[in-house]
């Protein structure tokens, strides 16, 4: 009886199904992070490379004075000195001797590190803790942005790329975006965050007396502009008087 | 469990029969109790068959596992080897990898392509989109989709589109006085809304249609102050000869429609006022 039952027990094993989860098999067996074209661009350190990461990483491309890394599903291309941000989520650790340019910005440049924003219609700049100094194409002038502030580059108005006044980046909005692209440890990034802070009031002080400036000169605007249409409804009061006495006189309203 | 695999050998009177190991301990304890002398051939016996080697359960559960273990891996080798999967996969990665460089190519393109269609807005400065409607400047309104007036969206101008559209709404169902309140709305405040002087003319309709006649003049009196230039003020005051003409007020009213054709230069207005002419004279 027990002899039958070892015996069952032993047939048992056989008919045993084990599923296991298959494994992708390596489809890039250099870069499971991103893709390049042409193959290995990076690495063979080809004139023009472009690089795209996958959904759900992120790529960190370390170069002499270049340290940039790619959110998920950004593109980037690198044209020996020249960088074009193309469409995704970027923070730029160090550009020495790099020049960033993206579809909006002629030139984007900071001593410190930056964080970079591509949407459907408006490209975001977040400058964390340094000047970030950037000129839009069709524009002449370089913007400076504050340290822990943000600017909005929007499509395209009458006078060149339309940016929005900066704004202030709050701590949950920059750590949320922050934090998923900082290649390096947590101790590090909590230092980063520390001296953020810092610049953060910093900032917010100044930033609060350019509002009060801008508000100041958007209320002189709009009186000299209230002025100009008083103006110019008065003129056109004063000449068709003429056809609103002879319209009064031939219906007797007064 | 012990207990129940091993045995010892007890001679009976004729044979050698099995007993469990427990039974032996059992007769040995009792003898021991009873103080009954212990055969020694049975303390012999039971020696012998507690030191020879058995198979435990376990042993046997671990052999069974591994047998069944490496049967599995076996066959996995084997069902791989011969049907092509591995092939297969590899086939599939490459081609993965293949639409995915041809996705970064095209990813590459259309930014080119928007680069240059943002380096055209520019170049061109803006691009007014209303002036763009027709069907013949279709690359036009696409270039266009990459400009903006602005980032704000123009609070104001839109409330008053809105009182105005209601306003419209409302006039179309002939509710004229719910209709009138919106565009006084509009008139009173979003006075340098464009929808200004359309919500005039049709307030006056409202007012026409309601037959608030005196209301009605003073908005007439309003429009030709304020947009004399305007073709819709041009209505207006021939809709307030109408009601002249309704009461009975001949020469008032061929003389507002005279005026009419004195100030005002589209074909449209200045015919309305001569057939209106032409009729009070007949």
């Known amino acids: 009886m027990k002899t039958s039952l070892r015996v069952f027990l032993f047939f048992l094993f056989f008919t045993l199904e084990v599923r296991v989860k298959a494994q992708q098999l390596a489809t890039y067996p250099n870069d499971l992070n991103a893709i390049e074209l042409p193959e290995n661009c990076l ?5 023009i490379c472009a690089v795209k990461s996958h959904t759900g990483t992120k790529k960190s491309i370390k170069k002499n004075g270049l340290h940039l890394v790619l959110g998920s599903n950004s593109v980037v ?3 020996q000195k020249q960088i074009k941000l193309i469409k995704g989520h970027f923070l ?6 790099y020049s960033l340019s993206t579809r ?23 400058a964390i803790n340094d000047h970030v100094y950037l000129q839009t194409k069709g524009d002449l002038e370089k913007l400076m942005l504050l340290p822990a502030t943000s600017l909005v580059i929007g499509k395209v108005g009458p006078k060149g790329y339309i940016t929005d006044f900066p704004l202030l980046t709050t701590y949950r909005k920059l750590i949320q975006k922050y934090s998923q692209l900082y290649p390096s440890t947590k101790q590090d990034f909590l230092a980063q965050m520390h001296v953020y802070r810092n610049n953060w009031k ?28 008083k103006q110019s409804k008065e003129w056109l009061l004063k000449t068709n008087q003429g056809l609103v006495d002879l319209f009064r006189q031939k219906n007797y309203i007064k | 469990m012990v207990s129940t695999t091993r045995h010892c050998m007890t001679r009976g009177r004729h044979q050698s029969v099995s007993v469990p190991l427990n039974r032996c301990q059992a007769y040995f304890a009792d003898a021991l109790r009873k103080k009954r002398p212990i055969k020694p051939k049975n303390i012999k016996i039971f020696q012998q068959l507690a030191d020879k080697p058995y198979m435990k ?22 069902e791989t080897h011969f049907s092509g999967l591995n092939e297969l996969k590899r086939e599939k990665s490459i081609l993965q990898a293949h639409i995915e460089h041809k996705e970064l190519q095209y990813e590459l393109a259309s930014y080119k392509l928007l680069e240059m269609q943002n380096d055209v807005a520019l170049a061109m400065n803006l691009i007014p989109k ?27 101008m839109q409330l008053a589109k809105r009182h105005f559209l209601k306003g419209k709404k409302l006039f179309r169902a002939k509710r004229y006085d719910e209709a009138n309140i919106e565009f006084t709305k509009v008139i009173k405040e979003y006075s340098y809304s464009v929808h200004v002087t359309e919500s005039y003319f049709l307030l006056i309709e409202g007012l026409y249609q309601s037959h608030r006649y005196e209301e009605l003049i003073g908005h007439v009196d309003k429009m030709v102050s304020l947009y004399p230039e305007s073709e819709l003020t041009g209505y207006s005051m021939l809709r307030l000869g109408k009601i002249f003409e309704y009461q009975d007020r001949q020469e008032e009213a061929s003389g507002l429609y005279k005026t009419i054709m004195q100030s005002f230069k589209e074909h449209d207005v200045v015919r309305q006022a001569r057939i209106s002419l032409r009729a009070i004279q007949i």
Request: include cysteine; hydrophobic fraction near 35%; proline fraction near 2%.
């Open chain 1, 92 to 97: 730029v650790m160090e550009n020495s001797g």
């Open chain 1, 202 to 229: 910093v900032s917010g002080e100044k930033l609060g007396k350019l509002y009060k400036d801008n508000a100041d000169l958007l209320i002189a605007q709009q009186k000299a502009a209230d002025l100009k249409r």
């Open chain 2, 130 to 156: 209303k002036d763009i409607k027709s069907d013949q400047k279709y690359p036009l309104r696409r270039l266009a989709s990459v400009t903006q007036t602005s980032l704000s969206p123009g609070y104001l």
């Open chain 1, 104 to 126: 909006k910005l002629k030139s984007l440049s900071t001593h410190g590190e930056l964080l970079y924003e591509i949407s459907e219609e408006n490209s975001t700049v977040y």
């Open chain 1, 77 to 79: 291309e690198i044209n």
């Open chain 1, 43 to 47: 690495e063979k350190q080809s004139a």
């Open chain 2, 57 to 78: 359960s376990q042993v046997f559960i671990v052999f069974c596992l591994t047998i069944a273990v490496g049967t599995f891996q076996a066959f996995k080798v084997f």
